[in-house]
């Protein structure tokens, strides 16, 4: 796919169509492509590229252990969204779980720092997802110019 970006994360699910039903009816993202005898979907939203692809189906597998839920411990995914307030009320609403409620964060880079309106989300097998709108840009705490 040559308009793919350089990284696109592939995540094992359970169940695909379960997990269809959070991305596409839930989170905004669109199916890009599918392989439905592989069980594997190529999901877009915005700039946002990731695929899907059941644990257990007739596809190429890239498993290391034994998957348990919740599955990508350790990881999260920071997606940037147009409307992080929207797509929060979506999820309040929704049977996705709710990690950390929307919250404004501010992240020191040298010395500015940058602000993040953002909620984490877990998916049906609990992958981390961080939606945030950027709130731009300001001096760090302490910096001098």
Known sequence: MSDAPPLVPELAVADLDR???AYVGMLGFRCHASRPEERLAYLIRA????????????GRRFHTAVLEH??????????????????????QRSSLSLVIPLEER????????????QCVVADPDGYLLRF??????????????
């Open 19 to 21: 997990s269809l039903a």
């Open 47 to 58: 700039d946002v590229h990731l695929m899907l692809e059941e644990a257990a189906g007739p």
């Open 70 to 91: 919740p599955f990508g411990r350790g990881v999260n995914l920071q997606i940037e969204v147009a409307g992080v307030d929207a797509l929060h009320a979506d999820v």
């Open 106 to 117: 501010w992240y020191r880079q040298g010395r500015t720092e940058a602000g993040h309106r």
């Open 132 to 145: 945030f709108s950027p709130l731009g840009r300001r001096p760090a705490e302490g910096s001098t110019t």
